[in-house]
């Protein structure tokens, strides 16, 4: 049994018609919602029950890719331990938010493809977590600094690299070349701090 019947049949017909539309979004396969329920192995009316349109169900999947994009940068910072440098810290985060793009880019394209409408609290609250988890990353790194302004600048950086990657302005492989061009675009960012004005 797939892990979408087992959790179709233990009752989780939501949790079980994201998995298949992210399956759907990473197997380059037509999106809708009849081909989730397809996949899901539910009856195309399905999907109503817990999605009133193909939005909906894109903004359910895009809240699974934030929180699992969470877990990524929250397993880079445990992995390096207590680093001697913020450099480390914030080039582990780098590495980790492009090597997440690159590994599952269309749901990555899925969760900053539309801007965050307020009227979508979930998605909302899973952007502004993302951001958080960065902030609370930094101010230990960084004490004094202006937090928010340094993790939306950091953000930025890694978001721009990683749809670089994607787009092949840069090659996506191989991982360690990836690894050291988010590596030297850290330490570029570091070294004008101590650059003269």
């Known amino acids: 049994m797939s ?10 017909l939501r949790a079980a018609l994201i998995a298949a539309a992210i399956e759907c979004l990473e197997a380059g396969e037509p999106f809708s919602l009849r081909a989730v329920a397809r996949r899901a192995g539910v009856s195309s009316a399905a ?7 193909r939005e909906a ?12 994009l969470r877990k990524d940068l929250a397993a880079a910072l445990a ?25 599952r880019p269309a749901v990555f394209r899925l969760m900053f493809g539309n801007e965050c409408d307020d009227a979508d ?4 609250q899973a952007s502004k977590q993302l951001h958080e988890v960065l902030n609370q990353a930094i101010e230990p790194l ?13 953000w930025s950086m890694a978001h721009g690299l990683a749809f670089l990657h994607l787009d092949g302005k840069f090659r996506p492989e191989p991982s360690d070349e990836v690894a050291v061009r988010v590596q030297s675009a850290v330490a570029a960012i570091f070294a004008l ?3 003269p004005e």
């Open 121 to 124: 609290s979930e998605r909302v």
């Open 57 to 68: 169900l894109d903004s359910a999947v895009a809240v699974e890719g934030f929180k699992d």
């Open 79 to 103: 992995e390096g331990g207590t680093r001697a440098r913020p450099e480390e810290a914030i080039t582990a985060l780098g590495v980790a938010y492009v090597a997440f793009a690159l590994r």
């Open 142 to 154: 960084i004490p004094g600094a202006n937090i928010s302004s340094l993790s939306t600048a950091l």
């Open 3 to 12: 892990t979408l019947e087992k959790s179709y049949h233990h009752g989780d």
């Open 193 to 195: 701090r101590g650059a």
């Open 47 to 53: 999907p109503y029950r817990h999605f009133a349109d």
